[in-house]
């Protein structure tokens, strides 16, 4: 009852709240439609791409955009729309890859820790909290570098980053559903802690790790090309954005097209991926932990 | 108010004589007279009626109790009378006459005056009542001393005053946070925040449910005892009908948006017509 | 005769800003086959660690709860799994204590199929039969069956805490522990929960532990009763003499208040 009164006390604050939600909502369905052209494209690129991503044509270097070539040629001659296209695929793969073992791992680790706790869970929060005192990116550099630039070595390092994120998120909820009354119900009806943590508190998790898978796909897309970029992730001549980054580098003063475009494919879709996060969040109604 | 403020009359004082003074004018017209209030919803471009048409009367130093269960419209009219009513919401119909003026044809900025002024408010949950990281007394000072020209020192004299009104240590909770304090101490400081301003009305929605039994009931002392001494008015909130009967003098039982059932508690407790307030009555065993 | 439980000198404290407090200081108290003992109190008494205590949902610092000479809090793992069938629960609000993403007929159903020897002697049928013994279930609490397919957030308070006593039921415990069970209701549907309750318990035979703030609905549930403030059993008494002079000076508050 009162919450209502206060409720309605706060009422120009709810007012803004909720046209932010809708906005939240139409830069959802753009994020949204982003994302699904980049998938398309990946998905359907080998089938709509002019020419060959690999095939080295010297006569045809640092070429203006024409009908062969749309978006013009790199320093050694190759279509810079077919390498995008085809660097899309592997960017999202890697990303889709990453994400599923990051779930696969972290989850589960999450909630044995929050929920059965002891020296488990102390050892996952020592983790935590080691890998809190320094930005992912630095960790990610160092234990690429450590393992040699390949491509599943920079799979791994991003992986050993990434899961402790979602073992945190999905210990913190587990943490605040353990001394619900539907979880003691369950134990006084005889559950064991495997069915509790399965049939009744893993469904919980999943509004949140789908916001925070969401809004991690921007950032690990950022991580694969910034690796590659600095030499430590795809190595050329892979198609892979941030490497197309990289070998167009020293041109960029007389060819700029060869970092603009590569630029802005990563700009669009790591965009794409925080509107979609964002606005899951807003309509699942997540509160960042 | 239209009254001349003597300066060196305490709070305390000048309402003892507003109450005493009370008797002498002839026809007074009643603090708050709602009739024929008729609330809507908004949902989708449709209206959907929540309250169909609620009428009933303080006077001056009465207290009427509205009880209903969740969904009975027993809040929406109080936030109706307060004025904060959520924009999804419309009244369609009615009157809220207060001291005779229907407050409805009022502007926003006019009945923005009436809160806490002339008509005080305490919540269900009494945490509300105070910003968390400020101290009681500092608060009841600022709001003291936004309504009334008052310096920093006759303001806290006046709040020391009206807290232990209110049956608290005045001195140490005047100087305590919020969160110092127990769920039945800071109701009861909310109360004496609220009857410092001596408003001719307070609203109180569901005041002790949120507080154990025997708290509850000091705030309930506590908050009888005030409205002795200022006369204000109080529209008191309650999901509870055997707890506030004993506590009002004219009881209204809701349901579904109608008033079921008006009448003297005495009436309600002994000779309830309505099967409703017999159910709402017997909801609960009887000690025996 | 033996009593159905025995609680032995039980204490659990807290920490609260450097001081120790006492949830549970010296309680002892039995429960007989049948008997509804009643717990009174105001929040931070105690009552509700009791009763998870006696749940084994919580571990006090010392002391023993014996159920029919079983030792409860000794008991670990598949042991301690196996002694729940014997003490079932019904939580103040059934808004948190069924799970909402499960259909009604699960949430029911939920203990027998933990116990699948389990058959309790009010219902019949196969035991295989799960949809038909959660229909007898719902039956028992006075739901139509049709709820049996719905969600929690389809049905009302008062419905949704019917549920939560037919899964308390279904095992036929020999104790069921009600922690407040009309304190989150409407105020009319109370005394329906309170009288299905109690008809429930004259039926089916079993032992009650009755926890609540409201000293009425404690008396009208149970035989015996006990007042609890601040971790301590102040008061105890056969529930007919609720208002007799000798009460405790805090009871005769409690009284007062409520009358």
């Known amino acids: 009852m009162n919450g209502k009164l206060t409720a309605e006390l706060s009422l120009p604050l709810r007012r803004s709240h909720a046209g932010r939600q809708m906005l939240h909502n139409r830069a959802m369905m753009l994020g949204m439609s982003l994302l699904g052209i980049i998938v398309l494209l990946a998905l359907f690129g080998p089938i709509i791409v002019p020419n060959d991503p690999l095939t080295v044509q010297m006569g045809d270097r640092l070429l203006s955009p024409s009908w062969q070539y ?77 393992l040699g630039p390949s491509l599943p070595n920079l799979i791994f390092a991003i992986v050993l980053v990434k899961w402790i994120g979602y073992a945190r998120v999905v210990r913190s909820v587990a943490l605040s559903e353990r001394e619900k009354e539907y979880v003691l119900a369950a ?103 | 108010m239209p009254q001349i403020m003597d300066k060196e009359t305490t709070h305390m004082e000048k309402a003892q004589q507003e109450n005493a003074a009370s008797p002498l004018v002839a026809v007074e017209a009643p603090v708050l007279e709602v009739s024929q209030l008729q609330i809507f919803t908004r949902q989708e471009k449709q209206q959907r ?11 001056r130093g009465e207290t009427l109790a509205l009880v209903g269960e969740s969904g009975s419209g027993k809040s929406v009219t109080a936030s109706a009378v307060l004025g904060l009513m959520s924009g999804s919401l419309g009244i369609s119909n009615g009157e809220i006459r207060f001291r005779g003026d229907n407050v409805l044809d009022w502007p926003n900025k006019k009945r923005r005056g009436l809160r806490g002024r002339e ?82 009305l307070l609203i109180a929605d569901e005041p002790t449910t949120a507080l154990d039994v025997l708290s509850g009931e000091k705030v309930l002392d506590v908050l009888a005892s005030l409205q002795k001494r200022t006369g204000c008015a109080v529209l008191l909130i309650s ?11 004219t009881i209204a039982v809701m349901k579904d948006g109608h008033i079921v059932e008006l009448d003297t508690a005495e009436h309600i407790l002994y000779h309830c017509h309505h099967e409703y307030t017999q159910q709402l009555l017997n909801a609960r065993p009887y000690i025996t | 005769m033996q009593p159905l439980l025995r609680v032995e000198r039980l204490y659990k404290t807290f920490r609260k800003s450097k001081e120790q407090v006492y949830a549970l200081k010296e309680i002892s108290l039995q429960i007989a086959r049948g008997e509804c003992l009643g717990v009174v109190g105001e929040s931070g008494s105690g009552k509700s660690t009791l009763g998870k205590v006696i749940l084994a949902l919580e571990r006090p610092d010392s002391g ?59 219902l019949s ?77 004259q039926t089916l035979g079993m032992s009650y532990l009755f926890i609540s703030h409201d000293i009425a609905s404690v008396q009208y549930m149970s035989d015996r009763m006990i007042v609890m403030k601040d971790g301590e059993m102040i008061d105890e008494f056969a529930s007919s003499e609720l208002t007799h002079q000798d009460r405790h000076i805090y009871t005769k508050l409690l009284v007062e208040a409520a009358s």
């Not at chain 1, 992730?233 to 475009?261: H, K, V």
């Not at chain 3, 719905?150 to 104790?175: C, D, F, M, T, W």
Request: with cysteine; proline share 7%.
């Open chain 1, 70 to 146: 749309p978006l013009g040629t790199d320093h050694l001659g190759r279509c810079i729309f077919t390498r995008l296209v085809i660097g899309a695929q592997l960017t999202l793969g890697i990303s889709a890859i990453v994400i599923v073992t990051v779930i696969v791992l972290g989850v589960p680790l999450g909630l044995i820790s929050g929920y059965i706790g002891g020296r488990f869970d102390s050892i996952i929060m020592r983790l935590v909290d080691g890998m809190g005192a320094l930005p992912e990116f630095i960790f990610a550099i160092a234990f690429a570098g450590f």
């Open chain 1, 187 to 289: 134990k006084v009806a005889g559950c064991s802690t495997w069915t509790i943590l399965r049939r009744h508190l893993l469904p919980q998790m999943i509004s949140p790790v789908v916001v925070l898978a969401a809004l991690d796909i921007g950032k690990i897309i950022m991580i694969i090309s910034m690796l590659s970029y600095l030499g430590l992730g795809a190595q050329p001549p892979t198609p892979e954005w941030g490497a197309m980054l990289n070998d167009g580098r020293p041109y960029f003063q007389s060819a700029p097209q060869l970092m603009i475009y590569p630029g802005l494919a990563i700009m669009a879709i790591v965009i794409a991926c925080n509107l979609l996060g964002e606005g899951l969040r807003e309509a699942l109604d997540v509160r960042s932990r």
């Open chain 2, 49 to 59: 009626p929540l309250v169909h048409g609620v009428s009933f009367v303080i006077p």
């Open chain 2, 119 to 200: 008509i005080g408010f305490i919540f269900q949950n009494y945490q509300e009542s105070f910003t968390p990281f400020i101290t009681v007394g500092k608060q009841m000072n600022e709001t003291l001393r936004s309504h009334e020209k008052l310096t920093r020192r006759q303001a806290k004299v006046h709040a020391l005053e009206w807290l232990e009104q209110v049956g608290l240590p005045a001195e140490r909770v005047y100087s305590s946070y919020p969160f110092q304090l127990s769920g039945g101490q800071l109701q009861r400081a909310a109360i004496a925040g609220a009857m410092m301003l001596q408003p001719s």
């Open chain 2, 239 to 249: 999901h509870d009908l055997r707890h506030v009967v004993k506590r009002a003098s």
């Open chain 3, 64 to 122: 023993e709860v014996w159920l029919d000479d079983v030792p409860l809090l000794q008991l670990k793992g598949a042991a301690l799994r196996e002694q729940r069938q014997h003490v079932q629960v019904v939580f103040q609000d059934p808004n948190a204590s069924l799970n909402s993403k499960m259909p009604i007929w699960r949430s029911i159903m939920e203990p027998l199929d933990n116990f699948p020897d389990v058959m309790p002697p009010f």
């Open chain 3, 125 to 201: 049928g196969k035991r295989t039969d799960r949809i038909g013994l959660a229909a007898q279930l719902l039956e028992l609490v006075g739901l139509p069956l049709d709820h049996l397919a719905r969600y929690p957030h389809e049905l009302s308070g008062g419905q949704r805490q019917r549920v939560a006593i037919a899964r308390g039921i279904s095992l036929n415990p020999k104790l069921l522990v009600c922690d407040e069970p009309t304190s989150s209701l409407d105020v009319s549907v109370q005394a329906q929960i309170l009288q299905l309750l109690k008809s429930l318990k």
